[in-house]
């Protein structure tokens, strides 16, 4: 009877195992204390930010879907090949070394300060242990980086310096590791890694758009909400 118990166990973990996926669970917290989580799993990353809204990012293709349970909605966020036209100007921008930093989320960290026409914009918190144990943190950062430059044309030619480095400064994140925490010139927490977990399960279909939604564009999305403030 304990035989029978322990295979029918085992043979219902299996098939739970079997249907599910084994993913990479970030959790990081803002300057307004807010949680957000990012599970990456290969080329796949969903951001959950509460409630019955997350974003999905092809790390591959790089495309971004916003997807609004509440409202049915999936929006196509991503930014266009080559990125958008910009007026704004890229700073000098240094990164100075201070050294040591102090353990995050069980990771060692090398401080460095950031700074763009010499102005001090931000401290950061790297970690090559996170980078070299967790490689999804390393490719989802770098991918990021190269979403946060392709959406510089956003910016407006008044953008600041430090605003506008925050674009360039992912390049030397992928290098020197991944960041862990960033502090504002005003000492304020901006971003910190509160805990990493490996083999968090989820299910086949976590990282697939609902298909009982249709994707709309951001053009789509306007002409639809024109036409609701006619009526």
């Not at 959790?27 to 930010?49: C, H, P």
């Not at 996170?130 to 989802?140: G, V």
């Not at 008044?158 to 925050?166: E, H, M, T």
Request: hydrophobic share 40%; with cysteine; glycine share 8%.
């Amino acid at each position: 009877m304990i035989l029978k118990t322990a295979i029918t166990s085992l043979l219902l973990t299996f098939s739970i195992a079997s249907e599910c996926l084994a993913a990479t669970k970030i959790v990081t917290t803002n300057e307004r204390k807010q949680q957000l989580d990012v599970v990456i799993e290969k080329g796949m990353a969903r951001f959950n930010g509460g409630g019955n809204q997350y974003q999905l990012i092809n790390l591959t293709t790089k495309k971004i879907y916003n997807v609004n349970l509440g409202q049915g909605v999936i929006l196509d966020a991503s930014i266009p090949p080559g990125g958008h036209k910009t007026e704004a100007k890229i700073p000098e921008i240094e990164f100075k070394k201070l050294g040591k930093g102090p353990e995050i989320a069980g990771f060692t960290t090398i401080q460095y300060q950031v700074y763009a026409n010499r102005v001090l914009c931000e401290t950061s918190f790297l970690s090559k242990q996170a980078s070299s144990k967790i490689p999804a943190m390393k490719k989802f950062i770098t991918v990021m980086g190269d979403i946060a430059k392709s959406g510089r044309g956003s910016m407006t030619k008044g953008a600041s310096a430090c605003r506008i480095a925050k674009t360039e400064i992912f390049d030397h994140f992928a290098k020197h590791g991944t960041l862990m925490k960033s502090v504002s010139s005003r000492g304020k927490v901006s971003f910190e890694v509160v805990k990493v977990e490996k083999d968090v399960l989820v299910d086949k279909d976590y990282f697939e758009l609902p298909k009982s939604l249709k994707v709309t564009t951001m053009k789509e999305l306007m002409e639809q909400m024109r036409q609701r403030m006619q009526k």
